[in-house]
């Protein structure tokens, strides 16, 4: 059903004016925030296209969802809502697919969608479903020019500490954090990702002058490189592994009952199974993390291209790195979002059933 | 002030689980797909297959406790693990066989990428989670990644009263997994997790004061 999307997608203008015109005539009093209206008309529209190309549903459940926060409507008169939707949706098969027998499909696609939509409204997600994780946008660049508080960083740090499980109680991590005012290493990292892209594009570059040269020429004054939200961002994290010295209690008692913990060894293939839970529990500790900060809403981003061995990391600033960094996150306000340039229908994750695979279903 | 999501602090690692089922399968779906739904992933390809042992296989679940507890015997050099350590005590790992679901997180090279990944590939760009031949980067982003759908899934779990656990004590070499019913894992096992109704938690009887994890400023450094 690609075509049909695309074919929807291209009248997106008229449906969308269209319907806001009903509105105005048919509900005159609802609002004077038409704008609001027309803003989340378009997310649903969007969502339609964007199921309609992947044939499923995953676009609407997730804007639908929205109607509702920790269990509550954000709508209170949501039966004209309903009225608005119910007409884009009549609008599209009348006028656009006109309800011609090679687009059958795809009217009893949009037909479901229009289900799910009026289902989820009325009653809501069948399960507390919400997260904050659902703001979650890749970020291109941060916004500068604002400021980020640092107690909210703070307390989502301490939250994300509080919150991440680990294995034994060891967390085989530390989190590094550079502060706004650090620019010159925020730079340096933004450097070190953009040597890393030349080295895995086959031309290496290693001096600043030649990264400076080969981002000017690559990129210009107008496009910036996928890392640019390292030298943007507010706050930059550098994830690493941590060898435990210090035992609890607990961990002490068992090593004397002749216990063997990883997490404990400074070498050797030990010391490898150890960095295999940190990466497991560091993807854990951002995810709280990223959920505190959407919650508030700082955006984040991870990066995971840049140099891997301590070895390229070994200016002065960097001496607080006493292993490998793992992984980099950064955090602020944005200001441009991957999504704005590229559409998901076009970039999906794979699909949900290439992903999870139930096993008592076979 | 800040709104911090609490639904985490709930979290207390199982021993063992209640054994009537907590929720049914078609519902405990619905929380797999919000987790794949939020999870991030780089470049959009989700390294990692989450295999889903529902209620009825219990005859697997056994088999994957077998694995843990030997696996225990095998890094600690203890010949029989179970006589030895849980003769009077319940074992570890006894989560997974009370346990309504179990999930096993593995490895996934991908095979048909997407548009826009095809458009990059035609203009030079490699990627390590489509490289069959050498995984270990791939490996490194999967796990990472298997944190964040855990972190989801977990989170959306303790809201709905669900309890959860994660075991990283197995064989994660795919030769130690080739039995017939485990013919559905094609890669490297990189993570454990359960789900259901806890009965016995670990801080029941391993009180926090002897086992308190690393105070905050060792692990978070402010540079």
């Known amino acids: 059903m690609k075509k049909q999307a695309m074919l929807i997608r291209s009248y997106r203008n008229q449906i969308i004016n269209a319907v806001m015109n009903w509105q105005k005539e048919n509900y005159p009093d609802r609002t004077n925030r038409y704008d609001k209206c027309e803003r989340d008309l378009r997310y649903v529209f969007k969502a339609y296209c964007s199921d309609i190309y992947t044939n499923s549903t995953n676009s609407i459940e997730n804007i639908s969802s929205k109607y509702w926060f920790n269990n509550k409507r954000q709508i209170i008169e949501y039966k004209t809502e309903l009225a608005v939707h119910k007409f884009m949706v009549d609008y599209i098969i009348k006028e656009i697919l006109q309800e011609e027998e090679d687009f059958k499909d795809c009217t009893e696609h949009l037909k479901k969608l229009y289900d799910i939509l009026e289902d989820t409204i009325v009653f809501g997600p069948k399960y507390t479903s919400f997260t904050h994780l659902n703001y979650y946008k890749y970020v291109y660049q941060y916004d500068e020019l604002e400021d980020v508080d640092h107690n909210l960083i703070e307390q989502a740090l301490y939250d994300a500490w509080k919150n991440t499980p680990s294995k034994n109680n060891f967390m085989p991590y530390q989190v590094h954090v550079i502060r706004p005012e650090d620019i010159a290493i925020k730079e340096l990292i933004y450097y070190k990702c953009l040597e890393n892209e030349t080295k895995a594009n086959g031309n290496h570059i290693t001096d600043l002058e030649g990264l400076k040269k080969y981002e000017q020429d690559e990129y210009g004054s107008d496009n910036k490189p996928n890392y640019y939200n390292v030298k943007s961002a507010h706050y930059i994290l550098i994830f690493t592994q941590r060898v435990e010295t210090i035992p609890n209690q607990h961990q002490q008692d068992l090593i004397d009952r002749g216990f063997v913990y990883e997490q404990m060894a400074k070498n050797g293939p030990k010391k490898d199974s150890a960095k295999s839970v940190a990466y497991l529990e560091i993807g854990m500790f951002c995810s709280n993390f990223a959920n505190a900060c959407l919650a508030s809403g700082i955006d984040i981003s991870h990066t995971l291209c840049f140099p891997s061995d301590k070895k390229y990391w070994s200016e002065p600033e960097f001496s607080f790195l006493d292993m490998n960094p793992l992984l980099i996150m950064t955090a602020g306000k944005a200001i441009k979002y991957r999504r704005d340039s590229i559409p998901l229908y076009l970039d999906p994750k794979p699909d949900f059933e290439r992903i999870v695979n139930i096993v008592d279903k076979k | ?223």
Not at chain 2, 168 to 196: A, H
Not at chain 2, 200 to 209: A, E, N, T
């Open chain 2, 1 to 223: 002030m800040i709104d911090l999501d609490t639904s985490l602090e709930k979290y207390k690692y199982v021993r063992e689980y209640e054994e009537d089922l907590s929720i049914s399968p078609q519902d405990f779906q619905q929380l797999l797909f919000k987790a794949w739904q939020v999870t991030p992933s780089k470049n959009n390809f989700m390294p990692y297959n989450v295999h889903v042992i529902g209620p009825d296989k219990q005859h697997l679940k056994d088999l994957v406790y077998k694995k843990c507890v030997g696996n225990e015997g095998t890094v600690d050099s203890v010949s029989d693990v179970e006589k030895l350590r849980y003769s009077k005590v319940k074992p570890r790992y006894w989560n997974i066989v009370s346990s309504d679901y179990v999930l096993l997180f593995t490895l996934r090279i991908e095979t048909e990428p997407s548009e826009f990944q095809q458009d990059a590939i035609r203009r030079g760009i490699t990627f390590e989670a489509m490289d069959q031949k050498n995984t270990t980067a791939a490996a490194h982003n999967a796990k990472i990644e298997i944190g964040m759908f855990s972190s989801a899934l977990s989170s959306l779990c303790l809201k709905n009263n669900l309890d959860i656990s994660h075991i990283l004590c197995f064989p994660t070499n795919l030769e130690r997994w080739n039995e017939e019913e485990f013919s559905f894992i094609e890669r490297q096992v990189l993570m454990i997790m359960t789900v259901g109704k806890g009965k016995h938690y670990r801080r029941d009887i391993i009180p926090l004061d002897k086992d308190q994890k690393p105070n905050f400023d060792r692990i978070v450094k402010m540079v």
